[in-house]
């Protein structure tokens, strides 16, 4: 082989390594590029110990009961998951049914547009996102509605990435950001003209808990919409499957414990809200939201090959290949959760604050 072939061979491969590593990250919306994963506000020499200290949660399973406890153990997740998300999945960390004819990211914002028009958002309104992510939502349903949106996530390095992405899109005046824990919300009685939360309040020891707390700061007469993440009527304690199944969607995904569709409009009505609606959206006629997951399984070896890669050049912070690999083991349980119909992440309540509080 002569020399010009050598070198030729050579900048081929090396351009692809860099497209391969570089360039490759949502297939919807790029955000975070592979060689900038991070254990986000983890130094990245603590990584691993933070992964290992996360499923010693699992291990004492009545710490993570008690809600002094769950900040910690959320906060410790996001900081560990949010790059790869961002890079493998896109802004918006939640799932949307699938709709025939529409890519993943139509699907997302149709979902996420539909929970602000539930609400009867208006363009100046102040609505509250409880548990906003990096705010892929905040920023669709903005750009939506005309509403400002504030969001609240427990996680520090999440608000700067939400931060970021506002400027970015030129959203920054319409959407804020802060850091704090929505069963304690730095907010005024009153001060909200509606509220949402996409598959967030799953976080919560206590549904009740963070639905008092958005009651609160909502003002009379306005609605709050809810994804939550809950077992259906098919769901059987008995069934050592079942069990297998739901078990490991609460390890892989931060929770303290999944709640049953009926204990939903329960908690509601607890705090005081009138429920308006309730409806499971993963049911039929809607396509099934896990296929997105089983459709992405070629990318998550293609993407476990780039960490691994990373992680040996020292690129990656040691323990993010451990982080990939336990997010693909979830998909896996939450593919048969929705295969079943044991699981879905998108029971539907919408609520009303009386017009006068009980």
């Not at 993943?104 to 409880?130: C, F, W, Y």
């Not at 078990?247 to 409009?265: F, K, T, V």
Request: with cysteine; hydrophobic share 40%.
């Amino acid at each position: 082989m002569d020399s010009i072939t050598i070198v030729f061979t050579a900048a081929l491969l090396a351009g692809g390594l860099y497209w391969f590593v570089c360039m490759l990250g949502s297939a919807e919306q790029k955000g975070k590029r592979a060689v900038d994963l991070s254990g986000g506000s983890i130094h990245r020499e603590q990584v691993q110990e933070n992964y290992n200290q996360y499923w010693s949660f699992f291990r004492r399973p009545k710490e993570i009961e008690t809600t002094e406890n769950v900040p910690a153990f959320v906060d410790t997740f996001y900081n560990l998951v949010t790059d790869i998300y961002e890079w493998g999945w896109g802004q918006s960390f939640h799932f949307s049914p699938s709709i025939p004819g529409k890519s993943n990211l139509e699907s997302t914002r149709i979902h996420e547009q539909m929970a602000v028009d539930l609400i009867g958002v208006k363009p100046g309104d102040k609505i509250l996102d409880a548990g906003c992510g990096v705010g892929g939502p905040m920023r669709a349903i903005a750009l939506h509605s005309g509403c400002n949106v504030v969001g609240i996530t427990i996680n520090e390095y999440q608000v700067g990435r939400a931060k970021a992405h506002n400027r970015k899109a030129g959203l920054d005046s319409q959407c804020d950001v802060v850091c704090g824990n929505f069963l304690e919300m730095p907010f005024e009685d009153d001060s909200f003209d509606g509220a949402y939360s996409i598959e967030a309040t799953c976080h919560a020891p206590r549904l009740e808990d963070v639905y008092a707390e958005i009651f609160r700061v909502l003002k009379p007469g306005s609605l709050y919409v809810s994804y939550e993440w809950v077992t259906t009527e098919l769901y059987r304690n008995e069934d050592p499957e079942h069990v297998e199944i739901i078990q490991g969607i609460e390890r892989g995904d931060a929770l303290p414990g999944l709640r049953n569709y009926s204990d939903i409009a329960v908690a509601a009505k607890k705090v005081g809200f009138e429920v308006v609606k309730e409806k499971d959206l993963a049911k039929p006629p809607s396509k099934p939201w896990w296929s997105r997951l089983k459709m992405g399984r070629i990318a998550y070896w293609r993407n476990h090959i780039v960490v691994m890669v990373l992680e040996t050049l020292g690129v990656a912070p040691k323990g993010t290949v451990d982080v990939h690999e336990m997010l693909f083991k979830t998909a896996d349980y939450l593919t048969r959760g929705g295969e079943t119909g044991i699981f879905t992440p998108m029971h539907m309540i919408l609520c009303r604050k009386p017009e006068k509080s009980q």
